[in-house]
């Protein structure tokens, strides 16, 4: 379930994109959007957006000079 901070009452994600993408091809695959949503813990309006083909997912600010992958080898 999608937990609140209780001071400023702001909505905190609990699931990762890994877990969204995993969510997204049960989906594709038949399953129920409900179900998904509560198995995987993610909201069904987060789930319907993102199935959604005019979906452009977006960063915010600057574009980056290194891809995700070149990013994680600096990391490790």
């Not at 813990?41 to 600057?62: S, V």
């Amino acid at each position: 379930m999608p937990k609140l901070n209780s001071s400023v009452q702001k909505y905190t994600k609990t699931y990762t994109e890994e877990t969204l993408q995993v969510a997204l091809a049960v989906i594709k695959r038949g399953a129920s959007k409900l179900l998904v949503a509560k198995k995987y813990g993610i909201p069904r309006a987060t789930l319907q957006f993102r199935l959604d083909t005019k979906l452009i997912k977006t960063r915010h600010g600057p574009n980056t000079y290194l891809t995700e992958i070149e990013e994680k080898l600096l990391v490790k």
